[in-house]
């Protein structure tokens, strides 16, 4: 299915979802070769794989996984040298999974109109916004206790929320600097200044881009951890 030897992914570069799954995979160190698509003209090989046509996609031999939680989980059932995953009991487990839920389905759905408030005029941008704040009060409430979501360290559900978190603070930087979120800032700035969010978020150049596709390059993720 795959012809290069390394397990390959598909990724966009600024996909929340492609983003926790490149986190996990560098911090596992697993080497890989990264094809960053473009979602307005998707490759043909990559859909063929998996027809709903959403990155990350993840093709491992015969192996194709096209969820960014089980790519996650794939990378670090494999090496977790940072504590993200394989330690957790279950009851952290149930919490992450939870906050996870929560991201992903109702934050996510105000956090788009919220974006792109002006493809929904059926309401304001501060109105998205305000719908945004159930779940980021009780994320805010989580960390004016602790350092991080689940542990004093972070853990697996740090990674896959912030990317988030992370647009919805892009869409009026300066509100969100001076709102009612000091612990999600603290939060926040925090993973954002981790060596392995700067690594996941380099820009790959052509030159590379078509070494790589002709196969002269390097791997794109050699052995590296945080
Ligand atoms: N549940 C999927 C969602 C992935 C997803 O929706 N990715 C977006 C990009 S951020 C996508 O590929 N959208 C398809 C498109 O824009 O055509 C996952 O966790 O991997």
């Not at 959403?54 to 089980?70: K, N, Q």
């Not at 929560?102 to 998205?128: C, M, T, V």
């Not at 602790?146 to 892009?170: G, K, N």
């Not at 979120?181 to 790959?204: C, D, G």
Request: charged share 25%; aromatic share 10%; with cysteine.
């Amino acid at each position: 299915m795959n012809p290069s030897p390394l397990p390959l992914l598909y990724s966009f570069r600024r996909c929340p979802y492609a983003i926790r799954a490149r986190m996990a995979i560098y911090s596992a160190a697993i080497p890989i070769q990264l094809e960053e698509v473009s979602l307005k003209d998707k490759p043909s090989a990559m859909l063929e794989l998996s027809s709903k046509g959403t990155v990350p996609v993840l093709v491992d031999g015969d192996r194709v996984i096209d969820e960014s939680l089980e790519i996650m989980q794939w990378a670090l059932m494999q090496n977790d040298p940072n504590n993200w995953y394989g330690s957790l009991s279950q009851d952290e487990l149930n919490k992450s999974q939870e906050m996870i839920h929560n991201n992903d389905g109702e934050f996510k759905i105000w956090l788009d109109r919220y974006k792109y408030a002006d493809r929904h005029p059926e309401h304001s941008q501060e109105y998205y916004r305000n719908q945004c704040a159930s779940y980021l009060e009780r994320i805010e409430a989580v960390l004016a206790q602790q350092p991080y979501l689940i542990r004093h360290e972070i853990t697996f559900a740090d990674i896959a929320i912030f990317p988030f978190v992370r647009q919805f603070s892009m869409v009026d930087q300066n509100w969100f600097a001076h709102g009612p979120y000091p612990n999600l800032n603290r939060w926040l700035t925090s993973l954002l200044e981790l060596p392995l969010f700067i690594r996941v978020m380099a820009k790959q150049s052509a030159e590379k881009n078509r070494k790589e596709s002709k196969g002269q390059g390097e791997p794109v993720l050699g052995n590296m951890s945080t």
